[in-house]
């Protein structure tokens, strides 16, 4: 007999993911519905909310990132239903998704914001260690304790994290591009906080204030329901905060880095051993000798034909959307990221389904200074706004595209430095149709803006500079700068009171 589903209007609004695209989708529908029932379907305990936002301009907005008990939420909500189970399959022509549970749930709007995973350098094998969530960051401080040299593969957020708050450790740092922070800095704001990284870090620890993991808090019977292998939030800034990230040796820092180059082969140990092969020292302090002699656990031969031993690998490079649960049976558009295409209203290809944070790709017509990245503030801002247009849409209203859109723009931490990106930062797209202007201070700030045609399109600010609100108004209302020149940057003249 064939079973008959009750029509779309009795469902629900049904939200995926319990990151802070999904939370914030749920909150603001539960705050625009408060008399319908909202679910939550969340694969872990834990759930990722916003905390202290403050709107800092226009644009930039910064706040906290709290992991909280999902009854937190419905306390703070009690028309969010929170579903602990992972989604097994979604059947969009039937506006329904199937948990593991085996419960069916109706839905009128559907909105997925399952995130993404890291991409590990190799699946499976125990030497390797991924850093995206709380659960694989407390796995790393718990090998970190044992260990005398690591190799850190990727060149993103985490890997420049990491190999500044590593401390009695070795680190081999291993990136495909000439300098570090590439998807961030360009080589000249790189070398910058390089100089940094290579001096000694000095004791005081400057109070962070972004994140508060509570997972050791989070009752133990909730940990084994959340199964190991559960797919958890990710990380933000901070997220090191709070962790003891010291090796064995008695040293601060010792990094070398490798550039331009990618992992070849991974050997265990005993196969390394068979096959006679020769590993180099840590690099420096003029060694005669460059043949290690100690063994180690595991060997990493790179595409410059260098091998190194270590004790483990951090894989940190990238993540890639989470869209395998969703795909069998639907055919969603999907983008060249692997994302689900959305259009402006952060709508999908398929009726009634939405998507918003690291699962999804935007496809419309973009502002000519915004780009995607996989970041919380567009976790955050995607996962309101698709919450408003899942409310338009059930209402019949109209809804204009948010005003985040217009202009990129992320504020956050490197090295205790504040790091503001703004528009094009690196002239992503720009051709060699651009130049940039530039003012460094050695150890206290670094400035750069991207202009074309006389107007500002981007901009990286390093330090206390108190430039993001002039320069963000100017790239928002893009006004012809060519006759400013150098004087744009000049430290003795006070921009702000050009442009107020």
Same mark, same amino acid.
């Given at each position: 007999?064939?079973?008959?589903?009750?029509?779309?209007?009795?469902?629900?609004?049904?939200?995926?993911?319990?990151?802070?695209?999904?939370?914030?989708?749920?909150?603001?529908?539960?705050?625009?519905?408060?008399?319908?029932?909202?679910?939550?379907?969340?694969?872990?305990?834990?759930?990722?909310?916003?905390?202290?936002?403050?709107?800092?301009?226009?644009?930039?907005?910064?706040?906290?990132?709290?992991?909280?008990?999902?009854?937190?939420?419905?306390?703070?909500?009690?028309?969010?239903?929170?579903?602990?189970?992972?989604?097994?399959?979604?059947?969009?022509?039937?506006?329904?998704?199937?948990?593991?549970?085996?419960?069916?749930?109706?839905?009128?709007? =559907?909105?997925?914001?399952?995130?993404?995973?890291?991409?590990?350098?190799?699946?499976?094998?125990?030497?390797?260690?991924?850093?995206?969530?709380?659960?694989?960051?407390?796995?790393?401080?718990?090998?970190?304790?044992?260990?005398?040299?690591?190799?850190?593969?990727?060149?993103?957020?985490?890997? *420049?994290?990491?190999?500044?708050?590593?401390?009695?450790?070795?680190?081999?740092?291993?990136?495909?591009?000439?300098?570090?922070?590439?998807?961030?800095?360009?080589?000249?704001?790189?070398?910058?906080?390089?100089?940094?990284?290579?001096?000694?870090?000095?004791?005081?620890?400057?109070?962070?204030?972004?994140?508060?993991?509570?997972?050791?808090?989070?009752?133990?019977?909730?940990?084994?329901?959340?199964?190991?292998?559960?797919?958890?939030?990710?990380?933000?800034?901070?997220?090191?905060?709070?962790?003891?990230?010291?090796?064995?040796?008695?040293?601060?820092?010792?990094?070398?880095?490798?550039?331009?180059?990618?992992?070849?082969?991974?050997?265990?140990?005993?196969?390394?051993?068979?096959?006679?092969?020769?590993?180099?020292?840590?690099?420096?302090?003029?060694?005669?000798?460059?043949?290690?002699?100690?063994?180690?656990?595991?060997?990493?031969?790179?595409?410059?034909?260098?091998?190194?031993?270590?004790?483990?690998?951090?894989?940190?490079?990238?993540?890639?959307?989470?869209?395998?649960?969703?795909?069998?049976?639907?055919?969603?558009?999907?983008?060249?990221?692997?994302?689900?295409?959305?259009?402006?209203?952060?709508?999908?290809?398929?009726?009634?389904?939405?998507?918003?944070?690291?699962?999804?790709?935007?496809?419309?017509?973009?502002?000519?200074?915004?780009?995607?990245?996989?970041?919380?503030?567009?976790?955050?801002?995607?996962?309101?706004?698709?919450?408003?247009?899942?409310?338009?849409?059930?209402?019949?209203?109209?809804?204009?595209?948010?005003?985040?859109?217009?202009?990129?723009?992320?504020?956050?931490?490197?090295?205790?430095?504040?790091?503001?990106?703004?528009?094009?930062?690196?002239?992503?797209?720009?051709?060699?149709?651009?130049? *940039?202007?530039?003012?460094?201070?050695?150890?206290?700030?670094?400035?750069?803006?991207?202009?074309?045609?006389?107007?500002?399109?981007?901009?990286?600010?390093?330090?206390?500079?108190? =430039?993001?609100?002039?320069?963000?108004?100017?790239?928002?209302?893009?006004?012809?700068?060519?006759?400013?020149?150098?004087?744009? *940057?000049?430290?003795?003249?006070?921009?702000?009171?050009?442009?107020?």
């Amino acid at each position: 007999m064939e079973t008959v589903f009750p029509p779309p209007t009795a469902g629900k609004f049904v939200v995926v993911g319990g990151g802070i695209a999904g939370v914030t989708c749920a909150e603001q529908l539960a705050t625009d519905f408060p008399s319908e029932d909202i679910l939550l379907v969340t694969a872990s305990p834990v759930i990722k909310a916003v905390t202290n936002f403050k709107q800092i301009s226009k644009v930039l907005e910064e706040f906290d990132v709290e992991e909280q008990s999902s009854t937190m939420l419905e306390r703070r909500f009690p028309n969010i239903k929170i579903i602990e189970s992972r989604v097994k399959q979604l059947k969009s022509e039937d506006h329904c998704i199937i948990t593991e549970d085996g419960n069916q749930h109706v839905y009128k709007k =559907l909105c997925l914001c399952a995130g993404a995973k890291p991409k590990l350098i190799c699946e499976g094998n125990p030497y390797v260690l991924g850093i995206r969530d709380t659960d694989s960051a407390q796995e790393f401080q718990k090998q970190l304790t044992k260990a005398k040299r690591i190799m850190i593969i990727g060149n993103g957020g985490i890997a *420049l994290e990491l190999a500044y708050e590593i401390e009695g450790c070795e680190v081999i740092w291993a990136i495909k591009d000439k300098a570090i922070g590439n998807t961030f800095f360009d080589a000249g704001a790189a070398e910058f906080l390089t100089s940094k990284l290579i001096s000694e870090k000095s004791e005081a620890k400057i109070a962070h204030k972004r994140t508060r993991y509570t997972t050791e808090g989070r009752k133990k019977e909730a940990r084994s329901k959340s199964k190991a292998d559960n797919v958890g939030s990710a990380l933000g800034p901070d997220w090191h905060e709070g962790l003891n990230l010291k090796g064995t040796k008695q040293f601060s820092r010792k990094i070398h880095i490798e550039t331009v180059c990618e992992v070849k082969k991974i050997y265990p140990q005993d196969e390394f051993r068979i096959l006679k092969k020769k590993s180099f020292t840590f690099p420096g302090d003029h060694k005669s000798v460059t043949t290690d002699t100690e063994i180690w656990p595991v060997y990493v031969e790179l595409t410059n034909e260098k091998i190194y031993g270590c004790d483990f690998i951090v894989s940190a490079t990238g993540v890639t959307p989470n869209v395998e649960p969703f795909l069998h049976g639907n055919s969603f558009d999907l983008g060249e990221d692997g994302g689900l295409k959305v259009d402006d209203h952060m709508h999908t290809s398929l009726p009634d389904v939405y998507a918003a944070g690291d699962i999804c790709t935007t496809s419309w017509q973009l502002s000519p200074v915004w780009q995607q990245m996989r970041l919380w503030t567009q976790a955050r801002q995607m996962g309101w706004y698709a919450a408003k247009c899942m409310a338009a849409a059930s209402s019949g209203d109209s809804i204009d595209m948010d005003f985040s859109f217009e202009l990129f723009a992320h504020v956050t931490k490197f090295f205790n430095y504040k790091v503001v990106l703004l528009g094009k930062y690196n002239a992503q797209g720009l051709g060699s149709d651009h130049e *940039l202007m530039l003012r460094c201070t050695k150890g206290q700030e670094y400035i750069k803006v991207v202009m074309q045609n006389g107007r500002m399109m981007g901009a990286v600010l390093i330090g206390e500079t108190d =430039l993001e609100e002039t320069f963000e108004n100017l790239i928002l209302n893009q006004m012809n700068l060519s006759s400013y020149g150098e004087d744009l *940057l000049d430290p003795n003249i006070d921009i702000e009171d050009y442009f107020d």
